[in-house]
């Protein structure tokens, strides 16, 4: 059974890809995949950005410590789950995937934890991100 008899079975639901959709995805999706990385994100870049724009600056320098707040929360959550998966059950994929779920739930703690101590909710942090792409790439 090929691609496009599949699709066709589908119930309706997804027409079949034609050669002009083929020819799109293409020329506009290829192109993107192939432009040149911005410039390493170092860190005296990110200062510098937060001096000179005064609007985004903020949010991005915000948003920066709560990226911080929850890679703690990660590795606390890992650790201790971890640590006690061992500790109990001396399994090692017990251990493993409880230090796995325990980085996941930390990383999400701290993420809230951080949303509400440097109050993100008020800031667009997302607008300051693409700000400082923008930035980025005028620099370079």
């Known amino acids: 059974m090929d691609w496009n008899s599949l699709v066709r079975s589908s119930a309706g639901l997804v027409a079949s890809i034609t050669k002009f959709e083929r020819i799109f995805f293409i020329s506009t999706i290829i192109p993107k995949i192939l432009t040149p990385p911005l410039s390493h994100r170092s ?6 950005f937060i001096t000179s724009d005064p609007v985004h600056g ?4 915000a948003a920066e410590g709560a990226a911080n ?3 703690v929360g990660a590795a606390v959550g890992a650790i201790t789950t971890g640590g006690n998966a061992w500790r109990w059950s001396k399994s090692p994929h017990g251990t493993v995937l409880s230090f796995a779920f325990g ?3 930390g990383f999400t703690l701290g993420a809230e934890a951080a949303n509400h ?3 993100l909710y008020r800031l667009d942090t997302v607008g300051a991100h693409v700000k400082f792409n923008e930035w980025l790439q005028k620099r370079t």
């Not at 860190?43 to 510098?48: D, F, G, P, R």
């Not at 903020?58 to 320098?61: G, I, N, S, V």
């Open 43 to 48: 860190s005296a870049a990110v200062l510098q």
């Open 58 to 61: 903020p949010a991005l320098k």
């Open 69 to 71: 707040f929850a890679y």
């Open 103 to 105: 980085a996941v739930v």
């Open 117 to 119: 101590w440097y109050q």
